[in-house]
Structures are given as structure tokens and as C-alpha cells.
């Protein structure tokens, strides 16, 4: 089940700040990409300004492919929001690039989501402002 919008009120933004700019650009393109190290390659998310790994500070914004499991998932009962219309789920999911991802599911009851789904990324286009990514099932 996918997250449902009250029109009556505003939806929440996420904030947007010069660190985790690309990473949202690239949604808005409909493009899921992440930090990633340029000296060791690790993957980083979400945005830091150091590598965890090496200590770089060297980034590239790379693209995802956009494929992962559920790695852990938790569905509302109540709205914690006015915007979010209960119940609904939260996941996070696992890329296959090994980075972890809070999103919501898209096509399937809360019921029906179990750890290790196999998912893939979808964009869902909430406003000319928000493009939000979230994940489907996959097989
Ligand atoms: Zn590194």
C-alpha cells in the first residue's frame, strides 16, 4: 500500500540541503543515485563528508540500479501526520550496492511485505515540487 495525500494539508518536504542536493536532483530526474567514494569506491548513504572507509573527501555521485531487498519494515496504524492517511508502511530497504534506504512500499498491503523482498525503485512524481522514490515488489 502506498502512501495516501491528504490535499488539505501540506505535504511534509524534505530538507534539502547542499549535502544531500545531488542525491535529490537525481530523483527529480528519476535518477536514483548515491555518494560514492572516488579513492575506494565504497557507497555512502546517507551524505557525509568524509568517507567512512578511507577518510576521502573525494565524491561522485553515481546511479543506483535501483534493485534491493527489505532489509527491516515498520507499518503506522496511526498517522503520525495529517498528510499520511494510516495504516501505511515505512521500509528500509537494502540496495544491492549495499546502501540502506528509507522509502515507502507501492503495490503492496502492509501485511504482504516481509524481510528480504525482493524490490525495485519506482518515482513517484507527488507534486511539480516532490518526486518521491519509493519501491515495488519485484517478481
Ligand atoms: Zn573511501
Known sequence: MSVVYDTEHPIPMPPIL???MGFWEGIKRHELVFQRCKQCGTWLHPPRPACPK????????APSKGRGTVYSWVTYRN???PSFKAPYSVVLVELDEG???????TGVKPE??????????????ISENLTLPKFRKVG
Not at 546502501?99 to 512500499?105: A, G, K, P, Q, T
Not at 504482504?112 to 512524481?125: L, S
Open 79 to 81: 498517522s503520525p501526520h
Open 112 to 125: 504482504e511485505i516481509y524481510i528480504g523482498m525482493p524490490v525495485e525503485v519506482i518515482f513517484d512524481d
Open 18 to 20: 547542499w549535502d544531500n
Open 99 to 105: 546502501v540502506r534506504l528509507v522509502s515507502n512500499m
Open 54 to 61: 578511507c577518510r576521502s573527501f573525494e565524491k561522485e555521485w
